[in-house]
Nanobody, 124 residues
Framework: QVQLVESGGGLVQAGGSLRLSCTASGRTFRNPMAWFRQAPGWERDVVATISSSGIGTYYGDSVKGRFTISRDNTKNTVSLQMNSLKREDTAVYYC??????????????????WGQGTQVTVSS
């Protein structure tokens, strides 16, 4: 069974930066992965996705140019570097992984493994 453990959330002022990390345990892990976020009263939305190889990436329009997703398959980790943070980035951020390639990476129901979530709060 794969477990995803996130770290790196916290409180930051607007304009600041945070780096989230997600480590997959259990076995060597080379699966499509993503970061989602969910703010109170809102649906869980995709923030960024990354392919198994790390070559293919996608960013939501609201974070494009500010966030960068990356992975290190030798360490079973996926990271999300968040720069120029805005108040509207405040949410619980979730790491997610799929069990195989070939599925939509945009829909949270297509992911099989989830982290526990980490809170990111951006103050003005």
């Amino acid at each position: 069974q794969v477990q995803l453990v996130e770290s790196g959330g916290g409180l930051v002022q607007a304009g600041g930066s945070l780096r989230l990390s997600c480590t997959a345990s259990g076995r060597t892990f080379r699966n499509p992965m993503a970061w989602f976020r969910q703010a109170p009263g809102w649906e869980r939305d995709v923030v960024a996705t990354i392919s198994s190889s790390g070559i293919g990436t996608y960013y939501g329009d609201s974070v494009k140019g500010r966030f960068t997703i990356s992975r290190d398959n030798t360490k079973n980790t996926v990271s999300l570097q968040m720069n120029s943070l805005k108040r509207e980035d405040t949410a619980v951020y979730y790491c997610a992984a799929q069990s195989r390639d070939g599925r939509s990476m945009m829909v949270f129901s297509e992911y099989d493994y989830w982290g526990q979530g980490t809170q990111v709060t951006v103050s003005s």
